[in-house]
């Protein structure tokens, strides 16, 4: 098996995500010591189609598991998307014998890796977005240490609310999912928390609002998802006031919370991850994405990935399931029930326990 690989590359693409080196560290240490050459791969898939590469050494990668961003940069590449940018990025791949890829990334990144899979260069999908929006993993590198972030900015927004007695409106990323304003929501005690993938009773909010006023509650925060759109959360900041009297800040940390030091959680997960996509790699395998399962990590084929994130999302094109067993269908229909009461179930408990 690993007769066939002497070489492989590994890049990021798309938003980077804290724990992104992490995986980097873990796939070149992986790879490495078994006798495996890495080539970074510099500027996600734009790179591989302007042949910007470097050698990886072990020591080239041993003092960045604890650094947010990516050593090896990322971008959003639309010349990948067409036939002669994926032809040079071959090119490239055939140029310095890259034997296979790994791709860290979110479902862009998935997407590139199976183009490429399919012209003959085996690739392997990591998550590595803050959003936690791969509908087949629990989490994705990344999110754990963005809602960390978010929670830190909270609770300083909360000490300055409590000082003024005002009530700050929150904006967190994630553009089609709600996960960290979901969680941090919780962990901020937000007294509202917007997202799309639940209605919101706004009407609710602002009377609890005024009953803990009250009773004398100086502070409230409120959590908003950025894919609410905007300027959703800066009308409802003004709306509270309106509505409640209760003097309000509107505060978007925006990428703020895309950088930083990984948490404990998102390094070990990135090193699992990062680990486990070499040896899939290495055993030949191709068209996998590392996930996360009821807390094992697992491989998933990356086309059904894709598809039940877009079954999650009710986006599903006419024969997207075709390529599907009966059984594949229902794993999926079964996935996307599991997150849909993931957000029934906890945000009824932000809106019981939030105040
Ligand atoms: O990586 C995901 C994400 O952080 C989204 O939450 C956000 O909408 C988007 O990226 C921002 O992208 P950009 O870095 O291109 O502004």
């Known amino acids: 098996m690993e007769k066939k690989f002497k070489k492989i590359g590994v890049l990021t693409s798309g938003g980077d995500a804290p724990g992104m080196n992490a995986v980097i560290k873990s796939v070149t ?90 012209r003959g260069i085996p690739c392997i999908g990591v998550s590595g977005t803050i959003d936690n929006d791969i509908t087949a993993t629990d989490t994705t590198v990344g999110f754990d240490t963005a809602m960390n972030t978010v929670l830190s900015l909270g609770d300083a927004l909360r000490d300055t609310s409590e000082s003024h007695a005002r009530c700050c409106v929150i904006e967190v990323m994630g553009r089609n999912a709600g996960y960290i304003a979901l969680e941090t929501g919780i962990a901020l005690n937000a007294i509202g928390v917007v997202l799309q993938e639940m209605p919101f009773d706004k009407e609710r909010m602002f009377a609890k609002m005024k009953k803990m006023r009250e009773l004398g509650q100086r502070s409230f925060v409120v959590i908003v998802a950025e894919g609410m759109g905007a300027p959703y959360a ?32 998102d390094r070990s997960f990135a090193s699992k991850c990062g680990y486990k996509a070499v040896e899939a790699l290495l055993e030949g395998k191709s068209d996998l994405v590392i996930c996360s399962r009821h807390d094992e990590i697992v491989t998933t084929d990356i086309r059904w990935a894709l598809i039940v994130d877009r079954m999650y999302k009710g986006k599903l094109k006419d024969g997207d399931l075709d390529k599907f067993t009966p059984e594949q269908i229902e794993e999926m229909k079964a996935l996307c029930k599991e997150r849909h009461d993931y957000f029934v179930k906890n945000y009824e408990i932000v809106n019981s326990i939030g105040c």
């Open 234 to 265: 800066e009308a409802l900041t003004k709306e509270i006031e309106e509505k409640t009297g209760i003097e309000s800040r509107f505060i978007r940390p925006a990428h703020i919370v895309r950088g930083g030091i990984p948490t404990l959680a």
């Open 29 to 118: 240490c992986a790879a490495i010591e078994k006798g495996v050459e890495v080539i970074g791969i510099l500027g996600g898939y734009s790179g591989l189609i302007n042949d910007r590469t470097r050698k990886l050494t072990a020591l080239d990668v041993t003092d960045i598991i604890s650094k947010g961003g990516t050593m090896l940069y990322s971008d959003r590449c639309d010349e990948f998307k067409t036939e002669q940018g994926m032809q040079k990025a071959i090119a490239t791949c055939k140029r310095h014998n890259i034997d296979g890829i790994i791709a860290i990334g979110g479902d862009g990144t998935f997407r590139g890796a199976t183009d490429l899979s399919i």
